[in-house]
Every structure is written in C-alpha cells, then in structure tokens.
C-alpha cells in the first residue's frame, strides 16, 4: 500500500521522488526570477517558518534557499539567547537581522520561540507570554508599516508524523543531531504545544499578517505548497537581463599551467 498523507482534511497518496524533482526545479526557476525582481525593485521581504518539532522546517527552507544566492536569500536561525541578551528587550536581538534593501531573510524560527517552547518549556513567565502574544501584532504592523513584507509559515505535522520522524532521528547517525534538547520534552507535552498553537494564532493571526498553515506530513507536498504559496504573495516580473556570452580566453602569455603543478601535494584520488 501507498504511503498516503493528509492534507486539508483529505487523503493523498504520498509525492513521488520524479514527479517532486520536476516540479521543484519549475518552482526553483521562478524562486530565481523572484530574487531578481527583489533586487531590482530593493524590496524588503521576511519569511517566517514555524511549527512542531520534526514538522520540517529545515527541509523547506533548503528547498527554498538551495538554488538562490545567500546574499539575498539570508537564513536566520538564532540560538537560545546569551546572558546579556536576556537583559534586552524581547524583540531587540531579532531586529539586527531584518532586512536591508534588495534582500529576502528567512527566519527558522523567529520571535515566536515565545509563544511556542519558551511558554510551554517554562523558559519565560506567563505574563511574559500575555504581554508578547498582546504586542506581537503592533510590532509585526510596525515591519509592514515601514515597508518590509512579512509572510508566515506555520508547519502543521501529525502526532503520527512526528514520532516516526524522531525515532528516524534516534536511529540514523547522519540525523542525530537534528534531536535538540527541547525535542524530547515537546513529544511529551504535544497538547500542551497545541494549546500554545491555539492561543498563538488566535492573537497573532491577523488581516494585515496572517498565518499560512501547511500540513508536512508529506514533506515534499509541504515543500513545494510552501513555495508556490510564497511566489503567489510577491507579485514580481521577470527582469531583462542582458545576453552573457563567454569569452575566448585569451593565448597572451601563454604556458602549460597543468606542469608547475608537478610535486604539489594533492588529495588522494579514492574514488
């Protein structure tokens, strides 16, 4: 039988590998079109990514980042704040990483953190919480307000879902340290991060910022929803670019460069 994953209340048979790489190159082509038109029209764009641990975040955002240059598309994944950060105000370590003219930042988790596994890990007050999700729509209507773009992603996976994607983890060297020391905890206290979620959206959810709720049960669905969503948000154009032709090298000074080579120390060839 079929893999087969929900998505918007039906059941879909799992994305096949060919058919996934077809269309993720088409969207990565227009994703390149896109980062031209920020640059030529010196847009300012946030992407935010959140959701449940093991909901795939990392995926989308290297399928959104991969073909594009890192001096537009720029990735912010912050680690837990330092001491003196602490001392700040909440929303301050954040802001040195909004963007500059012709530059998109994806953030991989962002002030949310707040909302989500600082309230339910006890790593904030309550009334830390109450106060961020009562700010948290006059500080995004402050970025839209001063002319940058701000889109958000909520990742939405099963409690199914998520347990085979950890034990996946537990089990393969190459994922292991994708298990962070809050991933554990959060299997634990799933409804508790439900709860969380509820009261996020209800606060935050707003006309001028909504949130876009992508099921990733089916991570290549999830993948190529998320970025055909994001294209559909920016209007943009392809820009004119002007015909690149390769030029002749040129035979001035010419020698055989493949000789001086002799003697240097290469890496051994095993393969």
């Not at 399928?63 to 330092?82: D, H, K, M, Q, Y």
């Not at 509820?198 to 949130?211: F, I």
């Amino acid at each position: 039988m079929k893999d087969r994953a929900k998505s918007g209340g039906r059941v879909t048979p799992k994305m096949q590998r060919k058919e996934y790489e077809k269309e993720l190159r088409r969207l990565q082509v227009e994703l390149c079109k896109l980062q031209d038109w920020i640059k030529y029209k010196n847009l300012r764009i946030i992407v935010v990514f959140e959701g449940r641990d093991g909901a795939g975040k990392g995926g989308t955002i290297k399928a959104i980042t991969e073909r594009v240059s890192p001096r537009v598309f720029r990735v912010t994944a912050l680690p837990a704040p330092s001491d003196r950060e602490k001392t700040q105000m909440y929303m301050q370590r954040y802001l040195a990483h909004f963007p500059s003219a012709g530059e998109i930042v994806v953030f991989d988790r962002s002030w949310y953190n707040r909302a989500g596994v600082e309230y339910v890990m006890g790593f904030c007050t309550k009334e830390q919480h109450r106060r961020f999700l009562e700010l948290c729509p006059e500080f995004e209507n402050y970025i839209i307000s001063s002319g940058i773009v701000l889109i958000k992603f909520w990742l939405e996976v099963s409690n199914e879902e998520q347990e085979s994607r950890f034990k996946a983890r537990i089990n393969d060297p190459l994922r292991q340290w994708k298990l962070s020391p809050t991933d554990l905890p959060s299997r634990a206290r799933w409804y508790e991060y439900s709860r969380a979620r509820d009261r996020m959206l209800e606060a935050t959810d707003t006309k001028a910022a909504p949130w876009y709720i992508v099921r990733s049960d089916d991570k290549k669905r999830a993948r190529l929803n998320c970025i055909a969503h994001l294209l559909s948000l920016i209007p943009y154009r392809k820009v004119p670019r002007e015909e690149v032709r390769l030029p002749k090298r040129s035979m001035k000074r010419a020698y055989n460069d493949q000789v001086t080579l002799k003697g240097r120390r290469f890496a051994t060839v095993k393969y």
